[in-house]
Protein backbone atom coordinates (compact mmCIF):
# COMPACT_ATOMS: atom_id res chain seq x y z
CA UNK A 1 0.00 0.00 0.00
CA UNK A 2 2.75 2.27 0.76
CA UNK A 3 4.47 1.53 -2.44
CA UNK A 4 1.44 2.65 -4.62
CA UNK A 5 0.68 6.02 -2.45
CA UNK A 6 4.10 6.66 -3.65
CA UNK A 7 3.83 5.73 -7.04
CA UNK A 8 0.73 8.34 -7.10
CA UNK A 9 2.78 11.02 -5.51
CA UNK A 10 5.22 10.92 -8.12
CA UNK A 11 3.05 10.37 -10.88
CA UNK A 12 1.03 13.96 -9.58
CA UNK A 13 4.47 15.23 -9.51
CA UNK A 14 4.76 14.62 -13.09
CA UNK A 15 2.42 15.97 -14.33
CA UNK A 16 2.63 19.18 -12.46
CA UNK A 17 5.84 19.54 -12.41
CA UNK A 18 7.42 21.95 -15.26
CA UNK A 19 10.05 20.71 -17.54
CA UNK A 20 11.16 23.66 -19.35
CA UNK A 21 14.66 23.84 -18.29
CA UNK A 22 13.94 26.63 -16.22
CA UNK A 23 12.18 28.98 -18.76
CA UNK A 24 9.03 30.22 -17.30
CA UNK A 25 10.56 31.06 -13.94
CA UNK A 26 10.52 34.90 -13.54
CA UNK A 27 13.36 35.67 -11.52
CA UNK A 28 16.86 36.27 -13.05
CA UNK A 29 18.03 34.64 -9.60
CA UNK A 30 16.12 31.78 -9.51
CA UNK A 31 16.60 31.01 -13.43
CA UNK A 32 20.82 31.19 -13.14
CA UNK A 33 20.41 29.19 -10.52
CA UNK A 34 18.20 26.20 -12.19
CA UNK A 35 20.90 26.51 -15.36
CA UNK A 36 24.13 26.33 -13.26
CA UNK A 37 23.00 23.98 -11.14
CA UNK A 38 19.46 21.93 -11.69
CA UNK A 39 20.10 21.03 -15.07
CA UNK A 40 23.90 21.48 -15.61
CA UNK A 41 25.46 18.43 -16.84
CA UNK A 42 29.07 19.64 -16.85
CA UNK A 43 31.70 17.36 -14.54
CA UNK A 44 33.87 18.36 -12.43
CA UNK A 45 37.69 16.84 -11.60
CA UNK A 46 36.31 15.48 -8.13
CA UNK A 47 33.41 13.48 -9.47
CA UNK A 48 35.37 10.53 -10.39
CA UNK A 49 37.34 9.94 -7.53
CA UNK A 50 34.03 10.47 -5.46
CA UNK A 51 32.27 7.59 -7.60
CA UNK A 52 34.93 5.37 -7.37
CA UNK A 53 34.76 5.64 -3.73
CA UNK A 54 31.00 5.27 -3.76
CA UNK A 55 31.99 1.79 -6.03
CA UNK A 56 34.16 0.39 -3.08
CA UNK A 57 31.58 0.66 -0.51
CA UNK A 58 29.06 -1.28 -2.72
CA UNK A 59 31.22 -4.33 -2.77
CA UNK A 60 32.18 -3.76 1.35
CA UNK A 61 31.29 -6.85 3.63
CA UNK A 62 31.98 -4.83 7.20
CA UNK A 63 28.97 -5.16 9.84
CA UNK A 64 28.17 -1.94 11.10
CA UNK A 65 25.70 -1.73 14.22
CA UNK A 66 23.13 1.25 13.60
CA UNK A 67 20.92 2.64 16.25
CA UNK A 68 17.42 4.54 15.01
CA UNK A 69 17.60 7.52 17.68
CA UNK A 70 14.05 8.60 16.63
CA UNK A 71 12.64 4.48 17.37
CA UNK A 72 14.91 3.16 19.77
CA UNK A 73 15.69 0.08 17.24
CA UNK A 74 18.85 -1.66 16.66
CA UNK A 75 20.04 -3.28 13.77
CA UNK A 76 23.57 -4.48 11.92
CA UNK A 77 24.24 -3.89 8.21
CA UNK A 78 26.61 -4.89 5.58
CA UNK A 79 28.29 -1.34 4.69
CA UNK A 80 27.95 -2.47 0.81
CA UNK A 81 23.89 -2.96 1.68
CA UNK A 82 24.28 0.76 3.20
CA UNK A 83 25.68 2.12 0.01
CA UNK A 84 23.44 0.76 -2.28
CA UNK A 85 19.83 1.78 0.05
CA UNK A 86 20.84 4.95 1.76
CA UNK A 87 23.72 6.91 -0.31
CA UNK A 88 21.93 9.86 -2.96
CA UNK A 89 21.68 8.52 -6.70
CA UNK A 90 24.67 10.47 -8.39
CA UNK A 91 23.17 13.25 -10.34
CA UNK A 92 21.53 14.20 -7.21
CA UNK A 93 24.79 14.61 -4.73
CA UNK A 94 25.89 16.82 -8.17
CA UNK A 95 23.39 18.82 -7.52
CA UNK A 96 24.60 18.99 -4.09
CA UNK A 97 27.78 19.99 -5.07
CA UNK A 98 26.39 22.64 -7.57
CA UNK A 99 24.54 24.33 -4.87
CA UNK A 100 27.94 24.74 -2.94
CA UNK A 101 29.57 26.03 -6.01
CA UNK A 102 27.20 27.93 -7.11
CA UNK A 103 26.27 29.76 -3.93
CA UNK A 104 30.27 30.17 -2.60
CA UNK A 105 29.25 29.16 -0.03
CA UNK A 106 31.80 29.23 3.59
CA UNK A 107 29.81 27.00 6.26
CA UNK A 108 27.84 23.67 4.83
CA UNK A 109 26.06 22.00 7.15
CA UNK A 110 24.93 18.10 6.64
CA UNK A 111 22.33 16.35 9.15
CA UNK A 112 22.92 12.69 8.19
CA UNK A 113 26.63 11.90 6.99
CA UNK A 114 25.92 8.23 6.40
CA UNK A 115 28.80 6.86 4.81
CA UNK A 116 30.28 10.28 3.46
CA UNK A 117 29.43 10.27 -0.40
CA UNK A 118 26.99 13.35 0.10
CA UNK A 119 29.44 14.86 2.15
CA UNK A 120 32.41 14.62 0.45
CA UNK A 121 29.90 16.57 -2.84
CA UNK A 122 29.31 18.88 -0.15
CA UNK A 123 32.78 19.59 0.78
CA UNK A 124 34.49 19.79 -3.09
CA UNK A 125 33.65 22.98 -4.04
CA UNK A 126 36.03 24.65 -2.55
CA UNK A 127 38.97 23.89 0.46
CA UNK A 128 38.62 27.00 2.48
CA UNK A 129 34.62 26.33 3.17
CA UNK A 130 33.75 24.32 6.17
CA UNK A 131 31.79 21.50 6.15
CA UNK A 132 30.34 20.37 9.24
CA UNK A 133 28.33 17.15 9.09
CA UNK A 134 26.33 15.23 11.76
CA UNK A 135 25.58 11.18 12.23
CA UNK A 136 24.08 9.21 14.66
CA UNK A 137 26.07 6.12 14.37
CA UNK A 138 30.06 6.11 15.83
CA UNK A 139 30.79 3.40 13.38
CA UNK A 140 28.92 4.90 10.50
CA UNK A 141 30.88 8.15 11.15
CA UNK A 142 34.16 6.32 11.27
CA UNK A 143 33.91 4.88 7.95
CA UNK A 144 32.61 8.27 6.61
CA UNK A 145 36.16 9.83 8.04
CA UNK A 146 38.10 7.03 6.31
CA UNK A 147 36.50 8.21 3.08
CA UNK A 148 37.59 11.58 3.34
CA UNK A 149 41.24 10.52 4.04
CA UNK A 150 40.95 8.75 1.00
CA UNK A 151 39.71 11.80 -0.92
CA UNK A 152 41.96 14.04 0.96
CA UNK A 153 39.40 16.23 2.33
CA UNK A 154 40.36 18.19 5.45
CA UNK A 155 37.62 20.72 5.57
CA UNK A 156 35.13 18.45 6.80
CA UNK A 157 34.16 18.69 10.89
CA UNK A 158 31.99 15.52 11.84
CA UNK A 159 29.96 15.55 14.83
CA UNK A 160 28.67 12.45 16.42
CA UNK A 161 25.92 11.65 18.36
CA UNK A 162 22.10 12.06 18.88
CA UNK A 163 21.26 15.07 16.66
CA UNK A 164 18.61 16.14 19.27
CA UNK A 165 21.25 16.72 21.51
CA UNK A 166 24.26 17.75 19.31
CA UNK A 167 22.91 20.22 16.79
CA UNK A 168 21.69 23.25 19.14
CA UNK A 169 24.92 23.36 20.39
CA UNK A 170 26.80 23.55 17.64
CA UNK A 171 24.51 26.67 16.56
CA UNK A 172 25.25 28.28 19.44
CA UNK A 173 28.70 28.85 17.92
CA UNK A 174 26.46 31.75 16.13
CA UNK A 175 27.83 30.17 12.42
CA UNK A 176 25.79 31.78 9.64
CA UNK A 177 24.87 28.69 7.57
CA UNK A 178 25.32 29.24 3.66
CA UNK A 179 23.80 25.99 2.80
CA UNK A 180 22.14 23.01 4.91
CA UNK A 181 21.39 19.26 3.92
CA UNK A 182 18.47 17.72 5.99
CA UNK A 183 19.13 14.04 5.64
CA UNK A 184 18.58 12.32 8.79
CA UNK A 185 15.18 11.88 11.12
CA UNK A 186 12.50 11.26 8.41
CA UNK A 187 10.12 12.22 10.53
CA UNK A 188 7.78 15.18 10.49
CA UNK A 189 8.14 16.01 13.96
CA UNK A 190 12.01 16.29 14.22
CA UNK A 191 12.60 17.66 10.57
CA UNK A 192 10.64 20.80 11.14
CA UNK A 193 12.42 21.42 15.02
CA UNK A 194 15.68 20.90 12.77
CA UNK A 195 14.68 23.54 10.37
CA UNK A 196 13.16 25.58 13.21
CA UNK A 197 16.74 25.81 14.81
CA UNK A 198 18.85 26.23 11.36
CA UNK A 199 16.30 29.16 10.12
CA UNK A 200 17.97 31.44 12.89
CA UNK A 201 21.04 31.42 11.43
CA UNK A 202 20.45 32.37 7.85
CA UNK A 203 21.77 34.85 5.27
CA UNK A 204 20.21 36.40 2.31
CA UNK A 205 21.69 33.79 0.07
CA UNK A 206 20.90 30.97 1.98
CA UNK A 207 19.35 27.47 0.61
CA UNK A 208 18.28 24.76 2.66
CA UNK A 209 17.82 21.19 1.19
CA UNK A 210 15.41 18.25 2.36
CA UNK A 211 15.67 15.36 1.25
CA UNK A 212 12.58 12.90 0.53
CA UNK A 213 10.15 15.22 0.79
CA UNK A 214 7.64 13.02 -0.83
CA UNK A 215 9.18 9.82 0.59
CA UNK A 216 5.64 9.58 3.25
CA UNK A 217 2.62 11.30 4.09
CA UNK A 218 4.49 12.72 7.18
CA UNK A 219 7.75 14.13 5.38
CA UNK A 220 5.47 15.43 2.71
CA UNK A 221 3.63 17.37 5.67
CA UNK A 222 6.78 18.64 6.80
CA UNK A 223 7.48 20.15 3.58
CA UNK A 224 4.46 21.88 3.30
CA UNK A 225 5.07 23.14 6.59
CA UNK A 226 8.10 24.37 5.24
CA UNK A 227 7.05 26.60 2.40
CA UNK A 228 4.60 28.27 4.66
CA UNK A 229 7.30 28.92 7.07
CA UNK A 230 7.33 33.06 7.46
CA UNK A 231 11.42 33.53 6.45
CA UNK A 232 10.71 31.21 3.54
CA UNK A 233 10.56 33.07 -0.06
CA UNK A 234 10.61 30.60 -2.61
CA UNK A 235 11.49 27.03 -3.43
CA UNK A 236 11.74 24.16 -5.87
CA UNK A 237 10.45 20.54 -5.54
CA UNK A 238 12.53 18.23 -7.61
CA UNK A 239 9.75 15.37 -6.00
CA UNK A 240 13.26 13.42 -4.26
CA UNK A 241 14.53 16.85 -2.63
CA UNK A 242 13.32 20.28 -2.09
CA UNK A 243 15.33 23.43 -2.28
CA UNK A 244 14.09 26.36 -0.36
CA UNK A 245 15.41 29.91 -0.58
CA UNK A 246 15.11 33.18 1.49
CA UNK A 247 15.70 35.88 -0.23
CA UNK A 248 13.06 38.56 0.28
CA UNK A 249 13.66 40.28 -3.08
CA UNK A 250 12.84 36.55 -4.76
CA UNK A 251 8.98 36.03 -5.82
CA UNK A 252 7.00 34.67 -3.22
CA UNK A 253 6.15 31.31 -5.30
CA UNK A 254 6.90 27.67 -5.37
CA UNK A 255 8.08 25.40 -8.35
CA UNK A 256 7.90 22.03 -9.22
CA UNK A 257 10.40 21.12 -11.56
CA UNK A 258 11.81 17.53 -13.32
Known amino acids: MKEISFIIRYLIHFFEAKN ?5 VHSPYLF ?9 KNPFYIFPAIEKLRAQLRRDERLLHLTDFGTGNHSVLKVRDIAKKSLKTPNRARLLFR ?3 FLQAKTVLELGTSLGVTTAYLASPNS ?5 TFEGSE ?3 AVARENFEKLGLKNIRQITGNIDNTLEPFLQEN ?7 FDANHRQEAVLRYFDLCVKHIARYSIFIVDDIHWSTDMEEAWFSILNHPEVQSSIDLFDCGLVFFDK ?4 KHFKMR
Open 32 to 40: RFTQNVIYD
Open 139 to 141: EVA
Open 249 to 252: YLPK
Open 128 to 132: DLECV
Open 20 to 24: TKGHG
Open 99 to 101: TVH
Open 175 to 181: KTLDVVF
